[in-house]
């Protein structure tokens, strides 16, 4: 091969659809070789997901809520998805409050991830939330979610039997798990 460098030019861009969360653009680009072609593109603000634990350290605060694309419920970490101008810390705040009625006295940033960079621009910023304290605040009118408490070793046990699928609690929880044993 001896390529280490790939690069696309874009030549051309239409975006063919605006919503509420994403957008999609169809990019016209010139590939290293001199051929073009099309790539679907899927632009998103950006999100947050918070690994939110209980004071013993032990204990993660999860979420379990109605996901239609996969057509059935999925348990995960609270997250959502960052406003105009919101800082990631800032969303991750806000989050924590609307989806389990509390706030970090501390958080850790854990990992900064592209979700699906292959047609995706959605960036996570994961982090650790300790030291929680109650905080209520109005939920989103369409968000309808379970508290779920679990024992951070049941919830990395889950990932293995697939009690636990999504891709960004996965990596929050793994990470959590590792910041945890190294920082006792």
Not at 27 to 54: C, W, Y
Not at 138 to 153: G, K, Q, S, T, W
């Amino acid at each position: 091969m001896g390529v280490t460098t790939h690069n696309e030019i874009v030549e051309g861009s239409e975006r063919i659809f605006e919503g509420k969360i994403v957008n999609l653009r169809v990019d016209t680009v010139r590939f290293q070789n001199g051929n073009s072609g099309k790539r679907e593109v899927v632009e998103h603000g950006g999100a947050v997901a918070i690994v939110p634990m209980l004071a013993d350290n032990k204990t993660v605060v999860l979420v379990r809520q109605w996901r239609t694309p996969v057509g059935g419920p999925l348990l995960e970490i609270p997250a959502g998805g960052l406003e105009a101008g919101e800082d990631p810390e800032g969303c991750a705040k806000r989050e924590l409050t609307e989806e389990i009625g509390q706030t970090a006295g501390k958080l850790v940033p854990l990992y900064t991830a592209y979700v699906a960079p292959g047609y995706c621009t959605e960036k996570i910023y994961g982090f650790l939330a300790m030291d929680l304290s109650d905080e209520t605040a109005d939920a989103d009118e369409d968000e309808f979610v379970e508290r779920v408490e679990m024992p951070l070793d049941d919830a990395i046990a889950a990932i293995a039997t697939g009690g636990i699928q999504d891709a960004k609690t996965i990596a929050g929880l793994t990470l959590a798990a590792r910041y945890l044993s190294e920082n006792r």
